[in-house]
Nanobody, 123 residues
Framework: QVQLVESGGGLVQPGGSLRLSCAASGRAFSSYAMGWFRQAPGKEREFVAAISWSVRTTYYTDSVKGRFTISRDNAKNTVYLQMNSLKPEDTAVYYC????????????????WGQGTQVSVSS
């Protein structure tokens, strides 16, 4: 099983960009489907984006399409979330998730989660 550590969060002005990273340790990272989720204060955790183990398939929630890009580098055991044109409503703790099956990642029921990284969008 992999362990996940997110980084790259911070404070950015509206319209700015951030790139989140999720470093995985453990075996067979390339076999895992990976996802990003976020949870804003007082709200439930929501799906943001996911990428298959083969990199051939990606999914995004509608609110981030065209602004966020998920990618992975299996040689570096890392998945990324490039976030552009950030809005105040993107403010949340962002979590990385992994599972050997695609379905649980999309459903928010992945077997492994990181500790989260805070993203704040404010002027």
């Amino acid at each position: 099983q992999v362990q996940l550590v997110e980084s790259g969060g911070g404070l950015v002005q509206p319209g700015g960009s951030l790139r989140l990273s999720c470093a995985a340790s453990g075996r067979a990272f390339s076999s895992y489907a990976m996802g990003w989720f976020r949870q804003a204060p007082g709200k439930e955790r929501e799906f943001v984006a996911a990428i298959s183990w083969s990199v051939r398939t990606t999914y995004y929630t509608d609110s981030v399409k065209g602004r966020f890009t998920i990618s992975r580098d299996n040689a570096k055991n890392t998945v990324y979330l490039q976030m552009n044109s950030l809005k105040p409503e993107d403010t949340a703790v962002y979590y990385c998730a992994a599972d050997v099956k695609w379905g649980p990642v999309l459903a928010g029921k992945a077997s492994t989660w990181g500790q989260g990284t805070q993203v704040s969008v404010s002027s």
